[in-house]
């Protein structure tokens, strides 16, 4: 029996001509049709929320594998007995990579030292450094834990990382559970959100929380739109006491006319913090390797639902 795979590339379309192996080119967001019948589909996270319920009309589907970390968008148009696996470990390095560039321009007024040489200004700029500061960091998972080990280096005054529960990381650190935040925002003057979507996280990020940050600090997300209010943020930032570093917005993708993108002190790049060439690399052969393994009836890796 040949299984039928759907996949978003035609690089991955060439590597899965193999013996058993239909590939068929179909991209969740650029088809103008629904999918063909299927057993396994190798999709991206649609651009437009609007696409997500093409994944519960393909036909014989049996596997869905993400070209992602994040899964929480699929979980609602997934049909019954279909398993699940995510790109963990593909796509971690790059999103705090992202991350860290994110904080260092915000930090070194990147965006305002642009400005001058396009005006062709030479003036020397003081600024904030990353050297001595005390961070706030929400999420201790693959991407958490990457951003922690980008930013050490930097030497910061204090690094804490919060997640759902208190635990002692497996690196040895100590991770807080997140109602434990407010005595730290206070003193922050870094939050990094690098949390998933869920209910618990969902606008975790509120007007309360923002007036709690100090003055001055920085607020970076590199995990999702939602988790932060839009519309408690806009007001700290054009009131200029906070600051903010955004590759994650809500809505999204951020409509043309939208206040966010004229805010003063915001820095916002439209999610691709996951967007290099290594990470194509590195997602592609993860998930050759989950369909080879899926049609030879394997274990598959980074299974989310069994």
Request: glycine share 6%.
């Given at each position: 029996?040949?299984?039928?795979?759907?996949?978003?590339?035609?690089?991955?379309?060439?590597?899965?001509?193999?013996?058993?192996?239909?590939?068929?080119?179909?991209?969740?967001?650029?088809?103008?049709?629904?999918?063909?019948?299927?057993?396994v589909l190798v999709t991206e996270r649609p651009a437009d929320p609007q696409l997500r319920s093409r994944v519960s009309r393909i036909k014989g589907l049996k596997h869905v594998h993400l070209l992602s970390l994040g899964?929480?968008?699929?979980?609602?148009?997934?049909?019954?007995?279909?398993?699940?696996?995510?790109?963990?470990?593909?796509?971690?390095?790059?999103?705090?990579?992202?991350?860290?560039?994110?904080?260092?321009?915000?930090?070194?007024?990147?965006?305002?030292?642009?400005?001058?040489?396009?005006?062709?200004?030479?003036?020397?700029?003081?600024?904030?450094?990353?050297?001595?500061?005390?961070?706030?960091?929400?999420?201790?998972?693959?991407?958490?834990?990457?951003?922690?080990?980008?930013?050490?280096?930097?030497?910061?005054?204090?690094?804490?990382?919060?997640?759902?529960?208190?635990?002692?990381?497996?690196?040895?650190?100590?991770?807080?559970?997140?109602?434990?935040?407010?005595?730290?925002?206070?003193?922050?003057?870094?939050?990094?959100?690098?949390?998933?979507?869920?209910?618990?996280?969902?606008?975790?990020?509120?007007?309360?929380?923002?007036?709690?940050?100090?003055?001055?600090s920085l607020l970076v997300n590199v995990g999702r739109g939602p988790i932060v209010d839009t519309g408690a943020l806009l007001p700290e930032l054009n009131s200029g006491r906070i600051h903010a570093a955004l590759d994650?917005?809500?809505?999204?993708?951020?409509?043309?006319?939208?206040?966010?993108?004229?805010?003063?002190?915001?820095?916002?790049?439209?999610?691709?913090?996951?967007?290099?060439?290594?990470?194509?690399?590195?997602?592609?052969?993860?998930?050759?390797?989950?369909?080879?393994?899926?049609?030879?009836?394997?274990?598959?890796?980074?299974?989310?639902?069994?």
């Open positions: 029996m040949t299984l039928r795979v759907l996949v978003p590339w035609q690089r991955l379309v060439d590597e899965l001509q193999l013996p058993g192996i239909e590939p068929i080119l179909w991209h969740i967001n650029d088809d103008p049709n629904d999918a063909p019948p299927a057993d899964y929480e968008w699929v979980l609602d148009h997934l049909p019954e007995q279909v398993t699940l696996t995510n790109s963990k470990g593909a796509v971690e390095d790059a999103t705090a990579e992202h991350c860290l560039a994110l904080i260092l321009a915000s930090l070194r007024q990147l965006p305002q030292v642009g400005r001058q040489q396009r005006e062709q200004q030479w003036t020397r700029t003081w600024t904030s450094s990353l050297h001595g500061s005390k961070v706030v960091l929400l999420g201790a998972g693959g991407v958490g834990s990457e951003i922690r080990s980008r930013i050490l280096p930097f030497k910061p005054a204090e690094l804490t990382s919060f997640a759902r529960t208190q635990r002692v990381h497996e690196q040895g650190f100590t991770v807080y559970s997140l109602d434990q935040l407010w005595a730290f925002l206070p003193i922050a003057d870094v939050v990094i959100v690098a949390l998933p979507h869920t209910q618990e996280t969902e606008h975790l990020i509120d007007a309360q929380f923002l007036s709690s940050m100090k003055d001055g994650v917005t809500d809505p999204e993708p951020l409509p043309a006319d939208h206040p966010l993108w004229t805010a003063p002190n915001c820095i916002i790049t439209p999610h691709m913090a996951g967007d290099t060439g290594q990470f194509i690399s590195l997602v592609s052969e993860l998930a050759i390797n989950q369909v080879i393994d899926f049609s030879h009836g394997e274990e598959l890796a980074n299974r989310v639902i069994n």
